[in-house]
């Protein structure tokens, strides 16, 4: 659990408080209620409602697919993968295991566009934007279309590189394991739209420090 009097407040405003989760970690409020599960492997926005009738309102919003979601991913290069693509296959709980599967029998109903931003020799950029967001969705969904995200370790075995992967005279601790960037799937939760009463409500989220610095120092030594 991340302790809250550490994360980043994005906003907190019209009885409804949004902060910025970092990866591996969970976040409470003990006067707050969350209002959508972002998976705890995942960082970036996590949203909450302050009062009864905010989360009624928010939650609704988020069962009716009114809540949209911008994601952004590093995955490594794959030639062959359009420019968009685009999936909606049906994800369900494994019965025995901690993950999801394709199931179009017992699944929910979902979809991710994903696009590509920028690429390199080496890696990918991508985005991936739904309003019908489920557990494992931007992964397992990654994984079903070609796109090897690093960090990927239920769905693939895609590691995060390590510095020496990209700086051909880098020493490496002989002690240790070559030391990569990040510990986490480099999947972020950047962007959040939604209406409230009214209004329009847009939500950002900056890439974690060493998410950002990882991608940085790829785009260098490519």
Same mark, same amino acid.
């Given at each position: 659990?991340?302790?809250?009097k ?8 019209n009885?409804?408080i ?14 707050a209620?969350?209002?959508?599960p ?44 359009a ?6 296959l ?32 080496s ?27 690093? #960090?990927?370790? +239920?769905? @693939? ?6 510095? $020496?992967?990209? /700086?051909?005279?880098? &020493?490496? %601790? ?25 209004? #329009?409500?847009? +939500?950002? @989220?900056?890439?974690p420090?060493k998410l950002? $610095?990882?991608? /940085?120092?790829?785009? &260098?030594? %490519?």
């Open positions: 659990m991340v302790d809250e550490i994360v980043e407040i994005l906003r907190q405003e009885g409804y949004a902060v910025s989760k970092p990866a591996n970690g969970e976040i409470s409020f003990p006067s209620s969350p209002i959508y972002l998976d705890p492997e995942l960082s970036g926005i996590a949203l909450f409602g302050e009062n009864k009738t905010i989360t009624a309102a928010l939650r609704n919003a988020f069962g009716s697919d009114q809540m949209a979601f911008r994601f952004m991913l590093i995955a490594k290069t794959v030639a062959f993968l420019d968009e693509i685009a999936c909606d049906p994800l369900a709980p494994h019965r025995q295991e901690n993950r999801m599967v394709v199931s179009r029998r017992t699944g929910k109903k979902t979809f991710t566009k994903f696009k590509k931003i920028e690429a390199s020799k890696h990918t950029l991508w985005s991936a934007e739904t309003t019908l967001l489920r557990r494992h969705q931007i992964r397992l969904h990654a994984h079903e279309v070609g796109i090897p995200i690093f #960090g990927e370790n +239920i769905y @693939a075995q895609i590691a995060v590189p390590s510095l $020496a992967d990209f /700086k051909k005279n880098v &020493k490496q %601790n002989r002690k240790g394991p070559p030391q990569i960037f990040y510990n986490s799937i480099c999947i972020h939760l950047a962007k959040l739209h939604f209406s409230l009463e009214g209004s #329009g409500v847009t +939500i950002e @989220a900056p890439w420090e950002r $610095a990882m991608q /940085k120092i790829m785009a &260098k030594w %490519n």
